[in-house]
Each structure stands twice: as C-alpha cells, then as structure tokens.
C-alpha cells in the first residue's frame, strides 16, 4: 500500500515541477491574432458622426467619449463630456476602468480618426469590447454638424431631413449655422395656465 | 490478494492518466500565429516616423525605378482592377493570414525587402500595418494618404504643398476659435431680437386644507 501512495507523491511532484517550468503565458485575455485581424477588418466600430451628434443630444447615459489627443489639444475644445486619454496612455491599468467596460459604449476620437483607430486596435488586442471610433474624427464633426452643407433642390428628402438634424445639431452643439433663420419666432408670449383644483382633495388611496 | 488487485488497479489508472497527458502535450501543437510585438512596443512604433512613406516620397521611389521595395494594395479586386499603383500586389485584407499572403510576407522579410502598404486612404492600410507590424514584421511600411490621395497626385490635379490633407491628424480649424465666434454671434443676435418673453405663472390656491393620504 505504501509504495502506491509514494508513487502518488512522485507523480503528483513531477507534475508541479512540470508546471513550475512550463513556459509564461504573458496575457491571457491577448485576442489571438487571427481574431484582431478580422476585428480590424470589420467596420463596424465606425460610427457616423450624426449619429454620435444623436445621442449626446439625446443625453444617452449608455454613451462616454473619449478624446485620445495630447492633454493641450483637448484643453482647449473637446466634445461635450469627454474624457481625455492621450493616445500614449491607453494601455496604462488606470485607464482600463474606462476603457473596459461593459456598461457604456466607449468612443474614441481624435482630429481625424487614425490616432482614434490605433487606439481602438491597442485595445482590441487586450479584448476590451464596446469600443467605437468616431468616423471622421474631430474634422468630420466640424464640417458636417457644425457647419452643415445645405443639400441641393433636387436631392432626396432624407438629406434636408440630416441637413435641419444638422443645423439643429450645431446649435446645440455651440457652432453658428444659419442663426437668423431660427430667431425669429422667439416673441412668443407664453401663457402658462395651471388648472385649479375645484374641489378638496380627499387624500389618496 | 485483494491489496494486490486494488495496486494493480491504481497503477493502472495511474498510467492511463500519464498516458492522457502526454499524448496531450504530444497533439498540442504551437498556435499558428504569434505576436511578435508587445503592445507597448506597438505604441512605441506608432511615434516612429519612419513607418510611414509621404506621398512625395512615394513619387520619387515609383519614377526612380529602383525595386528595393514591393508595393501591397490592401483594396478589393474589383478597386485593384480598375487601378492601382505601379507593380503593385493585390492582398486583400482579410487574405492576410492567408496561405499565400503570409508567406508573400515571410518571404519578403527574409529577402528584408521593404513592403509598402497602401488602402483606399491612410485608415484602411493602418490597421493591416499595426497588425503586421505586431506579428514581428519589421519591413512593414504605410502609404500616408492611400491610393485616393496619391492618384489625385498626378500632375495638374493637385497642389498637394499646400494642401496637405494626407495628414489626418491636422485639425483643419481652430476648434476653439469656431465655438467661441459663434457663440458670441449666437448672444448678439439673440440680444437683438429675442424680447423678453411674458411667462405668467398662475399659482394654484388652496381653497381647503388637504385631509392629507395614508
């Protein structure tokens, strides 16, 4: 009976040795490189800056912007509630609390969109999900929402609809199109009645 | 006799087990692909000015002639027939990995021949670029600009001097400047035009006190 239990032992001994000296896996979560290529070739982290426009005005809790541009460029503008994480340092741990996140759709942003787009691809390498690219970046933003390009007569009726989303959009947003064209039906005298109460309330339930 | 029968039996499943494990280690094979570059270095690379290729630069290489380099078209086939750049090569880029790709590009490092990469514009070849640039292909490089830009390049067509827009980083106004003119426009025409509106609240009196809920 002895000789099996020390038999055990041995086995149970090589076996860790054989695991103290197997070779470091350096990062688990690493995505495999057959996978980041696809997930480079996928396009769907892109997305438009309309709709970006959409749902910061929609105030959507589910959405956080991130500007990967040096500290001194986002000091002086940056999109409304955005947080900055320069390009250099994303793959520091103290911004993976930002950058990882499975509650909020992560946005990534620069003047263009390639500081943004290598970004996205450092992170992807570690896995983390629910990141997007603003397509265009900054640039874009500027030409499309901040100065919308009024659509010619004979265009669909989409495009004059992106074009009021749009002058909307940059007057919510602090640009300046086509001011005059909405002042002017701000003398309106607003009349708030409230409705009064007849009768005593006789207590809920 | 019966501790002789339950040894046996444990040396056996003893072995068994062994046996599982070896064969593991026997049929496991390396995976198929490693990254030689870590992260950080990746970082590092993306500083490196050296791993992009200025459509100047471009044009002088293609008009000297001299091949100490091979030119990657990452578009589709459809795009890549209908014109590309000199010698260049179509590989699409989901056919990177792919048998013949990979070793188009493990050959061309072991002749450490430079290989320029270029896409539509500049974001369509940085990814591939990245990806390559992290499997340990040091002789990668990127066609700042892409073929869009680089075929407006031709002579007459554009004055790419002055309009460096191959630089995608470069904010193209002062960001700041815009929102501050317009927001001061934006108070001024306000200022002129908006009377002040007449809001007139009617408070609700109380004809009785509340018997009050619960």
């Not at chain 2, 320029?116 to 990127?142: H, S, T």
Request: proline share 5%; net charge negative; aromatic share 10%.
């Amino acid at each position: 009976m002895s000789r099996t239990y020390i038999l055990l032992t041995i086995v149970a001994i090589l076996g860790a040795a054989v695991l103290v000296f197997l070779p470091e896996k350096k990062n688990q979560k690493e995505l495999d490189p057959e996978k980041l290529l696809m997930e480079i070739n996928n396009s769907s982290r892109y997305l438009s800056t309309d709709l970006v426009a959409h749902r910061l005005i929609e105030k959507d809790p589910s959405i956080l912007l991130v500007d990967v541009r040096p500290a001194a460029q986002y000091g002086e503008y940056a999109l409304p509630g955005a947080i900055n994480i320069p390009l250099e340092q994303v793959l520091l741990i103290d911004n993976e609390g930002y950058l990882n996140r499975n509650d909020l759709e992560i946005v990534l942003y620069s003047n263009g969109d390639l500081w943004a787009d290598q970004a996205w691809i450092l992170c992807a390498r570690r896995g983390y999900k629910n990141l997007y690219v603003l397509k265009g970046g900054l640039n874009h933003w500027f030409e499309s929402i901040m100065q919308p390009k009024s659509p010619s007569p004979g265009s669909p009726s989409q495009d004059f609809d992106m074009y009021s989303f749009r002058l909307a959009a940059s007057q919510y947003f602090g640009g300046g199109a086509n001011i005059e064209t909405n002042t002017e039906n701000s003398t309106e005298n607003v009349i708030i009645k409230r409705r009064e109460k007849k009768s005593v309330t006789a207590g809920g339930c | 006799m019966k501790d002789i029968n339950r040894t046996h039996r444990l040396t056996r499943a003893i072995i068994v087990f062994i046996l599982i494990i070896v064969v593991g280690f026997i049929t496991l094979k390396p995976p198929k692909f490693e990254y030689g570059l870590s992260e950080n270095e990746m970082l590092k690379e993306l500083q490196n000015p050296d791993n992009t290729v200025l459509p100047e630069q471009m044009k002088q290489m293609l008009s000297s002639g001299g091949k100490q380099y091979l030119l990657v078209d990452l578009r589709n086939p459809y795009d890549f027939s209908r014109g590309h750049l000199e010698n260049a090569i179509n590989i699409p880029v989901s056919e990177i990995l792919s048998e013949d790709g990979f070793s188009f590009f493990e050959e061309s490092e072991k002749n450490s021949v430079n290989v320029i990469l270029y896409g539509k514009n500049q974001l369509e070849a940085n990814g591939p670029w990245m990806f390559l640039r992290q499997l340990g292909f040091n002789n990668v490089q990127v066609l700042a600009g892409g073929y869009d830009f680089f075929h407006q390049l031709e002579p007459g067509k554009a004055d790419y001097i002055h309009k460096p827009n191959y630089i995608v980083e470069e904010p193209v106004m002062n960001f700041s400047e815009f929102i501050d003119q317009s927001t001061s426009e934006n108070i001024k025409s306000v200022t002129e035009q908006v009377k002040p509106e007449n809001v007139i609240p009617i408070k609700r009196e109380k004809k009785s006190g509340t018997a009050g809920g619960c």
